[in-house]
C-alpha cells in the first residue's frame, strides 16, 4: 500500500455513535494531519499530530499517532448527519517544505 | 477567519489552450502549494513555492506548468497547454510556518 492508507474505506453509522478511522503510513513522518472534505468541496484542516506525540484531542476529535505500528488513528464522538464527508490523512516527511502525500480516504455517512 | 481563496471556481477550456488559476492565499503565510484531485481519485502535490522560488515539485509538474507569485498576494499556477489528462480539481493551500496547511475551496478545471 502507499504512503497515507486510510481504512475502511467507508463507513456508515447513526447520529450520536463513535466513528474510527485508521490511516497506515510507511515511511518516517514529522507530521501527520487529518483533513475533512466534503462532496466536492475543498479540504478543511482538521488536526495536525506531530512525530513526537501520540494523542491530541479537538472538540470531538481524539486522533493517536503509533510511530512504531506507523499508523494514526481519527474518532470522532457522538457523530453527526453533518460529519458526513470524506476524511484523509497526510503525511508530511520533513524532508521538504511541507509536502503533504494523501491516502485514498474514508467515506463517513452519518445517518440521522 | 482568514481564509485561502481561489478563482475561478469552474474554467472550462480547450485541449491546447492554456489556463491560469488563481490563489490567494493567507496574508501571513510564507509556503504556497498547489495540489490536484483526479475526480475519484486522491489529492496529489504538484508544486511548493518559498521565498520566491519553487522548493519542490512532483513528477506530474512538467514543462507545461508553472507557478507565479505575481504581486506579493496572489499565487498563480499557469498551464501552457492543457491536456484532457489534466482536467482535475485544482487545490491552492498555504502554511505559515510548513507545517499546518489551509486548503482553498478548488477551481474545478475541465479540458474538453
Known amino acids: 500500500s502507499q504512503q497515507g492508507e486510510e481504512d475502511p474505506q467507508a463507513l456508515s453509522i447513526q447520529e450520536g455513535e463513535n466513528a474510527t478511522m485508521n490511516c497506515s503510513y510507511k515511511?518516517?513522518?514529522?507530521?501527520l494531519q487529518w483533513y475533512r472534505q466534503n462532496s466536492g468541496r475543498g479540504l478543511v484542516h482538521l488536526i495536525l499530530i506531530r512525530s513526537n506525540e501520540r494523542e491530541k484531542h479537538s472538540g470531538r476529535l481524539r486522533v493517536t499517532l503509533d510511530t512504531s505500528k506507523k499508523s494514526s488513528s481519527l474518532l470522532i464522538t457522538a457523530s453527526r448527519a453533518a460529519d458526513t464527508a470524506s476524511y484523509f490523512c497526510a503525511t508530511d516527511r520533513g524532508t521538504s517544505y511541507g509536502k503533504l502525500t494523501f491516502g485514498q480516504g474514508t467515506i463517513l455517512t452519518v445517518h440521522p | 477567519e482568514p481564509e485561502v481563496t481561489q478563482t475561478p471556481s469552474h474554467q472550462v477550456t480547450q485541449m491546447g489552450q492554456e489556463v491560469i488559476l488563481r490563489c490567494v492565499p493567507i496574508?501571513?503565510?510564507?509556503?504556497f502549494y498547489w495540489y490536484r484531485q483526479i475526480l475519484g481519485q486522491k489529492v496529489e502535490f504538484l508544486v511548493s513555492?518559498?521565498?520566491?522560488?519553487?522548493?519542490?515539485k512532483s513528477e506530474i509538474f512538467d514543462d507545461q506548468f508553472s507557478v507565479e507569485r505575481p504581486d506579493g498576494s496572489n499565487f498563480t499556477l499557469k498551464i501552457r497547454s492543457t491536456k484532457l489528462e489534466d482536467s482535475a480539481m485544482y487545490f491552492c493551500?498555504?502554511?505559515?510556518?510548513?507545517?499546518?496547511?489551509?486548503f482553498g475551496p478548488g477551481t474545478r478545471l475541465t479540458v474538453l
Open positions: 493551500a498555504s502554511s505559515a510556518l510548513g507545517d499546518t496547511q489551509y
Open positions: 496574508s501571513n503565510h510564507l509556503y
Open positions: 513555492f518559498y521565498n520566491n522560488e519553487i522548493s519542490e
Open positions: 515511511t518516517s513522518i514529522n507530521n
